[in-house]
């Protein structure tokens, strides 16, 4: 799927990504919902040589709101090797708006029905950095985020349901 090259005239449609990918799992047709899943972040997470976060742990969409924030938003985030936690705003911006040192946080308050979690800062970084309060868009990418942060964080938070 190229969505980005002005190259390529004729661009994959989503229906077409679908179509071509039929079978590929040992004979067997993946979710359509996975598939669009896959297509959706090709055509919205562009890959360029030039881009800061091209070895990224994991990006995606989550709802954030901190101590210090009013409302909750929903922004583009982006987790990178040196464990830190970007808050790029929108898929493509380069300059993070803030950044979490995740190694300096711990996962807590789990919510697997709201797809939520906290990362809440240690003991030693409680004086200069808020909670956090995660929610992702659905159980997937929260099983994902969850799993990605707590390996980089130094301890699991407690669960809680």
Partial sequence: VSTQSTGIKKKMSKSQ???NNKGINEGEDLPDAYLEDI???IL????????PFV???????????????STTK??????TEDKKLHDVRRIGETKPVFVIK???MSVTN??????????EPNIAAK???????????????????????????????IEST
């Avoid at 929903?74 to 987790?79: N, T, Y």
């Avoid at 808020?130 to 938070?157: C, D, H, M």
């Fill in 110 to 119: 789990i919510k697997p029905k709201k797809f939520g979690f906290d990362l």
């Fill in 55 to 69: 070895n990224a742990c994991r990006k995606g969409w989550l709802h954030v709101k901190s101590t210090s924030m």
């Fill in 74 to 79: 929903l922004h583009w985030f982006i987790l």
């Fill in 127 to 157: 004086r200069k950095s808020p909670t956090y309060t995660f929610n992702a868009q659905n159980e997937r990418e929260f099983k994902i985020w969850l799993r990605v942060l707590q390996k980089v964080s130094l301890k699991r938070g």
């Fill in 44 to 51: 919205y997470d562009e890959f360029r040589m030039d881009d």
């Fill in 39 to 41: 297509y959706l972040r």
């Fill in 102 to 104: 995740v190694d300096e």
């Fill in 17 to 19: 990504f679908i179509k």
